[in-house]
């Protein structure tokens, strides 16, 4: 299991309670470790740039949940490459706004399939917390071969944007065949 960050829509009470202790958990820094570790969970480790479950290397990506001060307030976030030799390179890239570490690791690491966090949930004030249509526009034309899904959509609270404006942008730029709005509980393979 990979935890992203511990805000209550990634990391709740019920995933306390239903998660066996003993899982395996990757999380983002030592400070989340210790609340997790609090929570009962023993087989708890730090992502790095380089860390590996069985032959899956897991490379820890950069995160910004929203854009100048409000960043203080929504705290760290990360994402996570997946690279194995015999399959696509998988980017879930987590809480974050589009801003240039995400298209580094898109430069970098070549992904075929992105996981992106849409839905623009904001707060009051402070402006999208994770990306809104033209971010994920953006990642489109940083990697017009990937294919794009969009989660995160509809989900717990504050978000602005549903899956049937997203959808309706997609089809107006014409990619629909690159992004992907799945219903919960899709699943797709590539
Ligand atoms: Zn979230």
């Known amino acids: 299991m990979i935890v992203t960050h511990l805000h209550l829509d990634h990391w709740d009470d019920v995933a306390k309670d239903v998660?066996?202790?003993?899982?395996?958990?990757?999380?983002?820094n030592d400070e989340d470790a210790k609340?997790?570790?609090?929570?009962g969970f023993q087989n708890?480790?730090?992502l790095q740039e380089d860390t590996s479950f069985d032959d899956v290397r897991l490379i820890k990506t950069k995160g910004e949940h929203g854009r100048g001060e409000i960043q203080k307030i929504a705290g760290e976030v990360c994402g996570v490459v997946f690279n194995h030799p015999e399959e696509k390179t998988l980017y879930v890239a987590g809480d974050t706004?589009?801003?240039e570490a995400v298209q580094k690791v898109i430069e970098i690491h070549k992904p075929e399939i992105i996981v992106v966090n849409g839905g623009d949930n904001q707060f009051l004030?402070?402006?999208s917390l994770v990306m809104g249509k033209d971010d994920i526009y953006e990642v489109y034309k940083a990697a017009p071969n990937a294919k794009i899904i969009s989660v995160?959509?509809?989900a717990?609270?504050?978000?602005?944007?549903?899956?049937e404006e997203l959808k309706n942008f997609i089809n107006e730029k014409g990619i629909s065949s690159h992004v992907f709005v799945p219903v919960?509980?899709?699943?797709?393979s590539f």
């Open 19 to 28: 998660l066996p202790k003993n899982i395996k958990i990757f999380i983002q």
């Open 35 to 39: 609340e997790v570790k609090n929570a």
């Open 44 to 46: 708890v480790e730090v």
């Open 97 to 99: 706004v589009w801003y």
């Open 125 to 127: 004030e402070g402006g």
């Open 152 to 154: 995160h959509m509809e």
């Open 156 to 163: 717990v609270n504050h978000w602005t944007l549903s899956r």
């Open 184 to 188: 919960d509980g899709e699943s797709y």
